[in-house]
């Protein structure tokens, strides 16, 4: 039986900040994140699954607070040691992390769905919301560039987000389970809103929506589905999200982000710096709504929390 009466869709740094915001503000069992697997990735023989992570650490107040993913001072034996041996060393693991790697891998040896996994590691860490990957199953975001096709990370950080993006598919989607406790929570009359957070549109939150059923389910649910923007005043708040709209022949605005989720979001949360686009959003049928999204202070991320959940009240 659901308790959630939010459910956030969330991958990376930024919707991992707002997924604080919102665990500051609702009581624990009433927080769901739907999380990204589309970055998920085998390396060394481990299942790695960075949008997981990120979210976890970020809620757990483990993560480094520089750079938004892995754990805040983890020791650097690890990496240090591959250099020394002359393994490959473009993707830092810290030694804590590794751990976290060295037992979902086992885990996932062993048959046990990532979904459980990911419940226990949370438990273990104190964590209260639900975080839900999008599947069990494998979707891998493939970054289609003019070098060739790319699986996420080696684009994201071995070529450190330089090839000239064409397009993204996501391997896996189309015949990947949903999470059947996502499915639950968007039919389930506990729920209110529906966020999507302000993560990167392409490799964040499109790979949870390729998932058939997952985008059916958002379509059919009867609560205010409303899109935090990633993009202020024509700028990406962090990552790549300005570089690939440019590359796709996207005007890099907040429109264009609306524009992007269309029909799924019947509300829309840019920043002030972006007022002057509030009536084409309207105009596209979608209601928008003015509040500060730029995450510094957890302050920042609780009270772009509250203005999300009450703006999607008034528009239930
Ligand atoms: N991002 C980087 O730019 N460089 C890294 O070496 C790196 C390592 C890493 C390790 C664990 C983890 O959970 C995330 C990590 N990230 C790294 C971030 C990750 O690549 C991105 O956050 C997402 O996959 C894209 O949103």
């Given amino acids: 039986m659901s308790t959630a009466t939010c459910l956030a869709l969330s991958g990376g740094v930024g919707g991992a900040k707002l997924a604080l915001g919102l665990s500051q503000i609702l009581p624990a069992d009433e927080l769901a994140i739907c999380v990204n ?90 964590i209260k919301a639900h975080v839900l990957p999008a599947s069990d199953d494998h979707v891998r975001t493939i970054v289609e560039t003019t070098l060739g096709d790319l699986p996420l990370q080696q684009y994201f950080v071995q070529k450190k987000c330089a090839p000239e993006v064409t397009g993204f598919h996501y391997m896996g989607a189309d015949n990947a389970q949903a999470n059947p406790d996502v499915l639950s929570i968007l039919s389930a009359q506990t729920l209110r809103a529906v966020v999507i957070c302000p993560s990167n549109p392409y490799i964040s939150i499109d790979p949870i ?29 962090k990552g790549p999200t300005a570089k690939m709209m440019c590359e796709l022949g996207i005007r890099v605005s907040a429109l264009a982000i609306a524009e992007h989720y269309g029909g799924l979001i019947d509300g829309f949360v840019l920043d002030p710096a972006d007022e002057a686009l509030a009536p084409a959003i309207a105009d596209l049928g979608i209601s928008p709504h003015i509040a500060p999204a730029v995450m510094g202070s957890l302050r920042d991320k609780t009270l772009l929390a509250q203005a999300c959940l009450n703006f999607a009240r008034s528009l239930h």
């Fill in 37 to 126: 697997i589309g970055d998920d990735f085998e390396h060394f023989g481990l299942t790695i699954c960075p949008d997981i992570d990120t979210l976890i650490y970020t809620l757990s107040g483990l993560a480094n607070p520089e750079t938004g993913w892995g754990r805040v001072g983890d020791g650097t034996q690890f990496m240090e040691t591959l250099k020394c041996l002359g393994a490959e060393s473009w993707f830092h693991l810290g030694d804590g992390d590794l751990a976290m790697h060295v037992t979902r891998t086992q885990r996932l040896r062993s048959n046990e769905p990532l979904s459980n996994i990911t419940a226990d590691i949370s438990t273990h860490l104190g």
């Fill in 209 to 237: 929506l390729a998932i058939p059923a997952l985008r059916q389910a958002l379509i059919n649910c009867s609560v205010p589905v409303i899109a935090v923007s990633p993009i202020v005043g024509g700028n990406a708040l």
